[in-house]
């Protein structure tokens, strides 16, 4: 690929000179399993062979770190069907896409059931108590002006790269890629951190969700402590594959156990409706609460660039985008507000606590599975991208196993103790969506967008818009933060009386 234009026109000389391209690896992010993106997504035809270049030292670690945020795998001597060594990269760029990257082959279906896996989660099951905070309608108000931000967000991304695209700047596979043409080798540090922190939030609120539901199903007869740190031992040899492909069955049974799990809560959910509790319009009470559970739910910003790389037709990935995040958003709707119509006041975060009968045990457990073999394909990249930051490269494989594989077992053992630290749930969401996901979907994109057209090159109600939604994200952050924190510290408030079930919550 031919080297950047420094002096291209419509790029702010604020923006640094960007590197070469570089080999891609696999980023699998999000609330529920993610190895199926491989067996679902199909990969540019063209090699994935390329010199690794860089303009400093920063830079070359800085690049080791944003590999583990996109989503091919890198695999040296790789030949399959529709990849070649002969002839696959030429200077001339012959076979490229417009700007420069290769074209993808994934079709609509197949983008849109990615999009779809990246954003339904675990978080789902916390929107139902999430609406009984906050009244149904406006917690639809408020996941519907979420969706809308982010939707907006995202597009920005799209737009900042195919702008500096188009004016030389090669090789951003990746979030992290835009944050070091944009800010710099700190912007590609601070955006793959913050990544980082998301994934293992995501891990860490699996536990506690692992903890309270074997909790509930074993009638508070196994204690919290028993339950997390039982599920360390096979999870910390889970997390020692350091290729992705090889997670790719544990993740096929986990997206069937989740897709089994919320089908059965969404059953249920039409047969508890016996309670006389007055359903709630509107609670503004709820509303930092509702948009920070809203926020996390909807949380993926880290796949978009990776996706629409993707597509075979990258002009049409917009609207597939707002397409499938419109279905979600109707899907989350239905889901939250079936849940606490179901179960009123009593409603609990996560909903799964609240089912009842003979067949409760079995969603549960089949919840668990799926978010406890998911556990692994989130903490993929985080082990990777930590190694790169603390570890020498005489202390990582093939050089050296042994500091590495008792690495990712602390990191598991801390995810651990920081989900038996933490027991509520829903609280837990609260943290992670206001702080983290707020920054990285909403106040990031915008900050990009502004600062890779400039005023100049934006419209006026652009320029607003972006601005707006920067000032809202830094406001609604730090309240949203140290409410949760708040929240956090204080004494675990008492789970609502769930009448006629055999759990004792």
């Known amino acids: 690929m031919t080297d950047n234009n420094e002096n291209a026109d419509g790029v702010g000389s604020s923006l640094v000179r960007p590197a070469d391209s570089r080999e891609m690896t696999t980023l699998l992010k999000d609330d529920t399993a993610r190895g199926f993106v491989d067996m679902l997504v199909p990969t540019s ?3 994935r062979r ?3 270049a860089s303009d400093d030292d920063l830079i070359a670690e800085t690049h080791k770190i944003s590999d583990h945020f996109e989503m091919e795998d890198e695999d040296d001597g790789y030949s399959d069907e529709g990849y070649s060594d002969e002839g696959s990269e030429d200077s001339s760029g012959l076979g490229a896409g417009a700007h420069g990257m290769a074209h993808g082959t994934a079709t609509p279906a197949q983008v849109a059931v990615n999009i779809f896996i990246s954003f339904v989660g675990a978080g789902l099951l916390g929107l139902p108590y999430a609406f009984s905070r906050s009244g149904w309608f406006l917690g639809t108000l408020c996941l519907t002006a979420v969706s809308s931000g982010n939707v907006y967000a995202m597009l920005l991304l799209v737009k900042c790269r195919k702008n500096l695209e188009a004016n030389g700047y090669m090789g951003i596979k990746g ?13 590609e540090v601070l955006v793959n951190v913050c990544l980082v922190v998301s994934q293992a939030g995501f891990a860490t609120a699996y536990l506690i969700f692992i903890a309270a539901n074997i909790g509930s199903i074993t009638n508070g007869n196994a204690g919290r402590a028993l339950i997390i740190y039982v599920c360390v031992p096979i999870l910390s040899l889970l997390v020692q594959f350091r290729d992705m492909k090889k997670l790719s069955p544990f993740s096929l049974v986990a997206d069937v156990a989740n897709l089994m799990g919320l089908s059965c809560v969404i059953f249920q959910d039409f047969e508890y409706y016996t309670h006389s509790d007055t359903i709630k319009t509107v609670d503004f009470a709820g509303i930092i609460y509702v948009t920070s559970v809203c926020i996390y739910s909807l949380e993926g910003v880290g796949l978009i660039l990776p996706l629409e790389s993707s597509c075979a037709n990258r002009e049409g990935f917009p609207k597939l985008l707002k397409q499938v995040i419109l279905g979600i958003t109707l899907l989350m709707a239905f889901f939250g507000t079936c849940g606490y119509v179901a179960f009123g006041d009593a409603t609990i975060s996560p909903i799964s606590l609240n089912l009842k009968g003979e067949s409760a045990a079995f969603v549960q457990l089949a919840l668990c599975l799926a978010i406890y073999l998911t556990y692994p394909i989130m903490m993929f990249p985080v082990s990777d991208v ?5 570890l020498s490269d005489s202390n990582k494989p093939p050089r050296s196993y042994c500091p590495s594989r008792t690495f990712r077992i602390c990191m598991v053992l801390m995810t651990a ?15 992670v969506g206001a702080s983290i996901c707020t920054l990285l979907g909403f106040i990031l994109p915008c900050a990009f967008h502004i600062k890779v057209f400039g005023r100049s090159g934006l419209k ?3 320029l607003v818009l ?7 994200g830094v406001f609604f952050g730090t309240l949203g933060t140290i409410e949760a924190i708040m929240k956090l510290m204080e004494d675990e408030e008492e789970l609502p009386d769930v009448t006629d079930s055999p759990l004792e919550l």
């Open 45 to 47: 035809p063209h090699t």
């Open 417 to 431: 103790t920081i989900a038996y630290t933490i027991p509520n749930f829903g609280k837990f969401l609260e943290l």
């Open 50 to 52: 390329g010199l690794v």
């Open 175 to 187: 979030y992290g890629d835009l944050g070091r043409e944009v800010m710099g080798p700190r912007g």
């Open 466 to 472: 972006d601005v707006c939604i920067i000032i809202l």
């Open 460 to 462: 006026l109600w652009e």
């Open 386 to 390: 930590l190694e790169n930051l603390f």
